[in-house]
């Protein structure tokens, strides 16, 4: 008996989009500099990163473990900033 395994190349492509999309969001993404206690720079602030990480992984955007990647991503830093303006630091 025998039979043929299909897919393993897409696999393979989609792991190395996702490695070349991890060494392109290595180092700095972006400078942030907002003040804590004004809603709307926190949003401006949020907004930047976002669109940071975006602008990093748009060549991989149809990679589903890429964009999986950069939604968590995006929500950590997110995250991270809340903390950062509720402790009023930046």
């Known amino acids: 008996m025998s039979f ?3 897919g ?3 696999l393979q492509r989609e792991f190395d989009e996702a490695s070349r999309a991890c060494k392109s ?3 700095t993404l972006t ?3 907002f003040n804590p206690a004004d809603p709307d720079s926190v949003n401006d602030a949020i907004r930047q990163m976002e669109l940071a990480v975006d602008s990093k ?3 991989y955007r149809s990679n589903t473990l890429v964009s999986q990647m950069a939604r968590e991503l995006k929500e950590m830093y997110r ?3 809340l903390e950062l303006s509720r402790t009023g630091q930046k």
Do not use: H, R, S, V
Request: hydrophobic share 35%.
């Open 79 to 81: 995250q991270k900033i």
């Open 31 to 33: 400078t942030l500099n």
């Open 4 to 6: 043929n395994i299909t």
């Open 57 to 59: 992984t748009a060549p």
């Open 25 to 27: 969001l290595d180092g």
């Open 8 to 10: 393993l190349e897409k």
